[in-house]
């Protein structure tokens, strides 16, 4: 596995498995940390689920409610669809980010309308 690294959606990521040799999907862990919350972003033509394996925090996916996350709970965002994700535990949020096709970094497009940290 590689190592973590920050991005700048506003998380740390751990690249799982990201291949051109299987281009159908990637697996990603992110990590979130306390008080943390990441831009408002989309992946053009990915579809991505957020498989939530330690702590709490909201989902907020398009114009929908906020939908509270904890581990155990999937939560699905369609392609071109704008996502985020607020960290309101005590301890780090952290999900496997599974996107089909794979995650490829020109697919990112930053949304969110406040500047980058």
């Given at each position: 596995?590689?190592?973590?690294?920050?991005?700048?959606?506003?998380?740390?990521?751990?690249?799982?498995?990201?291949?051109?040799?299987?281009?159908?999907?990637?697996?990603?862990?992110?990590?979130?940390?306390?008080?943390?919350?990441?831009?408002?972003?989309v992946?053009?033509?990915?579809?991505?689920?957020?498989?939530?394996?330690?702590?709490?925090?909201?989902?907020?996916?398009?114009?929908?409610?906020?939908?509270?996350?904890?581990?155990?709970?999937?939560?699905?965002?369609?392609?071109?669809?704008?996502?985020?994700?607020?960290?309101?535990?005590?301890?780090?949020l952290?999900?496997?980010?599974?996107?089909t096709?794979?995650?490829?970094?020109?697919?990112?497009?930053?949304?969110?309308?406040?500047?980058?940290?």
């Amino acid at each position: 596995m590689a190592d973590e690294y920050w991005f700048e959606e506003g998380c740390f990521i751990t690249e799982c498995h990201n291949t051109a040799s299987d281009p159908g999907v990637s697996v990603a862990r992110a990590r979130v940390p306390v008080g943390g919350i990441t831009r408002w972003h989309v992946l053009d033509g990915i579809a991505e689920r957020y498989l939530i394996e330690q702590g709490e925090g909201l989902a907020e996916i398009g114009n929908g409610a906020p939908q509270p996350v904890m581990p155990g709970a999937v939560v699905v965002i369609p392609p071109g669809v704008r996502q985020r994700v607020v960290n309101t535990g005590g301890g780090d949020l952290v999900f496997l980010a599974i996107c089909t096709p794979r995650f490829v970094p020109e697919a990112y497009r930053d949304v969110d309308p406040t500047p980058a940290p």
